[in-house]
Structures are given as structure tokens and as C-alpha cells.
């Protein structure tokens, strides 16, 4: 099974390069933390999806530690790597997002793989659920199934800003019916509220609700529709080609919608840790420290 990483975000928010911020007096980054949770649960390949100039960086930190512990393999998010037909537009140099960060690992993933961010901290049960379900995901008449772990929203906020979820539709018998990105959601004073599309309207999100922290388990076959959706985005980008970005949730859920694949939603109560913002750190670095002082993780993770 291979792990893919998103790390190719540089982190505006934040300030810089927050994938390789230390979290420890060892040096160890959240990822870290990630990857060795995951080798816990049996994946045995991580695959860093990078910007090209950051390769150098990645091989020297987290890279050297691993290697030895798990195959490792490093894939470009590069802007001009697009289906045949189309081309970047002049002046654009953000990112297309996370569904073309997936699209860009084609050629590399061969096997069932899970999808997380780099910045955020999931949890020993998030890794455990994903490999029960990879090791015998298959495709089934042409439908592919696939899974997500699902946070509460309560166990994923900052009191720092607002943040980005996919809001999820889950049925009683624990299967997505939908994802809504919901791109500014922050805490309130009853709760949480996120801003609508029209950006002046806040509107109330009840605490339980299930949410996607990208989060993914996908056999190959998401590969064969992938781009299909990728250039129905493309050929769509109207009068934002500048900043238009490709969703993994969404392209998931048109997915689904068409019949091509089923996602089962495995809900964890594991608390999300992540530095979105630079305040955040404290609260990750603190909570770290308590879950290696508990003997949840060893004090020295590769040593």
C-alpha cells in the first residue's frame, strides 16, 4: 500500500514552508508523525507530491530519516503537466489544487493508495482504518471502491482563523452521499459558522458534523476518471484562470455521482492538530509532547 503525501502548498497563511517546520527537540515534522503511523499499519511506499525546487529540501530532512524505514518516491505538482490539449495560462502561478495533485501521480501509483496532507496531524486510528479497508479494496462491475475517514468538525478547528473542509453527507449505512467544499469556516461563540458563496452570509454549522480533512482511500481506478473530470474543470475555468482550483473532494463526489465509484466513510473521534496559521504552533508542539510523554509515540521517532 502506498501513502501519498500532499506537500506541494507553500503555506500562505502560515508564513513559509510549514511542512518542514520542526515540531520536536528531534527535528521532526508533523509528517513525520504521518508516515510513521502509517508504517505502524502496514503501508510500505510514500509518495511526497512536491514543487520541484523544494526536492533538495525533502531529501535532506524528512527523506534521510525514512528511507531506510519505507520505500520512498518524490512526484512534481507541476502547473503545465495537463491533459493533452490544454496549456497554462500566461501569468498563472498557483497551484490547480489537490485533484490535479492526485493527477499528477498517474504514472507513479500502481497499487492501492491513501491521500493525506502534509500539515495535518490525523492519528494513530485514522492509519489503521485506511489499511483495513486498502488491503482488500477492489472494483467491482466497474465501480470502484473507494473510503474516506471522517472528523468531527469540533476535533478539526484553530482558534486562529477559519479553515477549509469539505462538508460530508454520510447515510445510516456509513456511505458518502456528498462533499461541499466549505472554504472559510471558523468558530463562533455557539459553535462554528461557515461564510457562503456570496461571502457576506455566515451561516451556522452544528459541531458533529462529519468533514473531510483530505483524508482519502482510493484504489488506481481513480486515475481512468480523474482526468475526464480534470478537463471538464479546464475547459470551465471562465473568468478565473488565474486562481481556479481543482478539488479532490469534488472531483471524488462527480465521481460518485456518475456511478464510477462508492466512498464508505469510517468516522474517527481522533483530534486533527494542524498549523494553518503560525499561532497554531504552540498547540501542536504542546500536544505532541503530552502524546510522546503518554508512550504514544516513542521520543525519537526513527531512531
Request: hydrophobic fraction near 40%.
Amino acid at each position: 500500500m502506498t501513502l501519498v503525501i500532499l506537500a506541494a502548498g507553500m503555506g500562505s497563511r502560515y508564513g513559509g514552508l510549514k511542512q518542514l517546520d520542526p515540531m520536536t527537540d528531534h527535528g521532526e515534522f508533523i509528517l513525520d508523525f504521518s508516515i510513521y503511523d502509517a508504517v505502524q499499519a502496514g503501508f510500505d511506499h510514500v509518495v511526497f507530491i512536491i514543487k520541484e525546487e523544494n526536492l533538495d529540501a525533502f531529501r535532506e530532512t524528512v527523506g534521510s530519516r525514512i528511507e531506510k524505514k519505507i520505500k520512498v518516491t518524490y512526484a512534481f505538482q507541476k502547473g503545465d503537466d495537463l491533459p493533452r490539449g490544454f496549456s497554462l495560462p500566461e501569468g498563472r502561478t498557483k497551484p490547480w489544487g489537490t485533484g490535479h495533485a492526485i493527477y499528477c501521480v498517474r504514472n507513479v501509483v500502481k497499487d492501492n493508495f491513501a491521500v493525506i496532507n502534509a500539515d495535518d496531524f490525523y492519528g494513530r486510528d485514522t492509519f489503521m482504518q485506511l489499511a483495513k479497508h486498502l488491503k482488500n479494496a477492489t472494483a467491482e462491475n466497474g465501480v470502484a471502491h473507494h473510503c474516506m475517514v471522517g472528523f468531527r468538525l469540533a476535533n478539526t478547528l484553530t482558534d486562529n482563523g477559519t479553515v477549509s473542509r469539505g462538508q460530508c453527507v454520510v447515510d445510516a449505512n456509513q456511505m458518502l452521499g456528498g462533499v461541499t467544499e466549505r472554504t472559510k469556516i471558523q468558530k463562533t461563540a455557539d459553535g462554528a459558522a461557515y461564510l457562503d458563496d456570496d461571502g457576506e452570509t455566515w451561516i451556522d454549522l452544528p459541531m458533529d458534523t462529519i468533514v473531510s480533512m483530505n483524508c482519502w482511500g482510493f484504489t488506481p481506478d481513480i486515475f481512468d476518471h480523474l482526468e475526464e473530470d480534470f478537463v471538464k474543470f479546464l475547459s470551465n475555468l471562465g473568468d478565473n484562470p488565474m486562481k481556479a482550483e481543482y478539488y479532490l473532494p469534488a472531483s471524488v463526489d462527480t465521481q460518485r455521482t456518475k456511478g464510477y465509484c462508492d466512498v464508505r466513510v469510517y468516522p474517527t473521534k481522533s483530534v486533527w492538530y494542524g498549523v494553518t496559521y503560525a499561532e497554531d504552533k504552540p498547540v501542536v508542539k504542546a500536544s505532541i509532547r503530552a502524546m510522546i510523554d503518554s508512550g504514544e509515540y516513542p521520543e525519537n521517532l526513527w531512531a
